[in-house]
């Protein structure tokens, strides 16, 4: 099974109800974000950048319960800058975890090895820490490319030493791929490869997007792909790595290869940090609203994705186009490529 049985049914069960109370936006994952600080200074990162001014801010884990209490999604992904480094990170997991939500834990993979055992100490008293957390740790290519990418010499095998921990633990383990425009399909494969060795659940492929906060200076401008280029890398990838475990649905995948049209559902993917509810997206920043009601009643979402907003051009990003996948599965054919990817 790509992923575990309990998400998918969650999810489903939580799809049914919001559609049977004729519910058209309503969140699937939230996006929350407890602090930016980070422990690297990634060359691609917006975080680091559009936050700088707060960076030494954090919200407290009441805060961060009343957010995800007040936006309802079944999944909550706790990312940043880096979660480990949140000092009551375990409190935070613990009680996520105890209002019956799935977590993924978006990582550098820095301390993953050191925290573990907390994680561990924590799955005695709470039983649902190895069913309902998933590490999601940031790998962007094998060790050369990575140390690159993250500008920091050691930083891959780290996180290969922490992510074959994890495993060892007994934890689901996702890694997260961003692609930019120098990034090789060889290399990819060869990724792969290493993952599949460590034992890892499935690869998710990020197609990187220059947004206003990360295009920092000419060459870091250079990074990022084009809608077509990205197409293009996509076409490539859903051959060469047909048979290893990459996480994108058939339609996602679908339409980052350019055979489908898919709307942003960025509504879908709210983001919640210390500002407030970023909208409209977890990418682009127009304004930050003080509750989660303000956030989807305010946002004009009738413009924004490509051919509305010139700023989404060239965003196929999962924050915006993967809620947008599942959501409008409606065909029984998709319905069928689904099932028959999850079991695959
Ligand atoms: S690890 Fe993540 S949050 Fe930290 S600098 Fe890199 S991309 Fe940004
Ligand atoms: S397409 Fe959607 S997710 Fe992408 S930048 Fe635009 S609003 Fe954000």
Not at 17 to 44: D, I, Y
Not at 143 to 153: A, F, G, M
């Amino acid at each position: 099974m790509r992923f575990p049985l309990s998400l998918l049914c969650g999810m489903s069960r939580y799809m049914c109800w919001q559609k049977f109370f004729g519910k058209r936006k309503f969140p699937l994952v939230l996006m929350l974000e407890p602090l930016h600080a980070c422990n690297l200074h990634c060359s691609g990162c917006g975080r680091i950048r559009e936050y700088a001014d707060t960076l030494s801010s954090r919200l407290l884990v009441e805060e961060c319960v009343d957010s995800v209490l007040e936006s309802g999604a079944p999944i909550v992904s706790i990312c940043g800058g880096e979660p480990l480094i949140y000092p009551e990170i375990i409190e935070l997991v613990d009680s996520t975890l105890r209002l019956g939500k799935h977590i993924y834990l978006c990582t550098n993979g820095q301390l993953l090895d050191t925290k573990l055992s907390e994680f561990c100490e924590l799955s005695k008293i709470n039983r649902r820490v190895k069913r309902r957390l998933y590490w999601n740790v940031h790998v962007d290519g094998t060790s050369r490319t990575h140390d690159l990418i993250v500008e920091k010499s050691g930083a891959f095998d780290i996180a290969m030493n922490g992510i074959m921990a994890a495993k060892r633990a007994g934890f689901f383990v996702y890694t997260n791929t961003t692609l930019y425009k120098q990034t090789s399909v060889d290399d990819l494969v060869e990724l792969a490869r290493i993952l599949e060795l460590a034992g890892v659940d499935g690869m998710m492929l990020a197609p990187g997007y220059g947004y206003d906060s990360v295009k920092v200076s000419e060459d870091n401008c250079n990074i990022f792909l084009t809608r077509s280029e990205i197409c293009e890398k996509f076409r490539e990838i859903r051959t060469r790595l047909k048979k290893f475990r990459i996480t994108a649905t058939p339609a996602f995948l679908d339409f980052l290869c350019g055979d489908r049209n898919l709307p942003c559902a960025a509504w879908a993917n709210p983001t919640r940090n210390i500002k407030g509810w970023k909208s409209p997206c977890y990418l682009i920043t127009d304004k930050h609203y003080e509750t989660y009601d303000q956030f989807i009643n305010s946002t004009d979402w009738s413009k924004i994705g490509f051919g509305k907003d010139p700023r989404c051009e060239n965003c196929m990003m999962h924050c915006g186009y993967e809620p947008a996948a599942v959501l409008y599965a409606n065909k029984i054919t998709d319905l069928i490529r689904l099932a028959i990817w999850q079991i695959n």
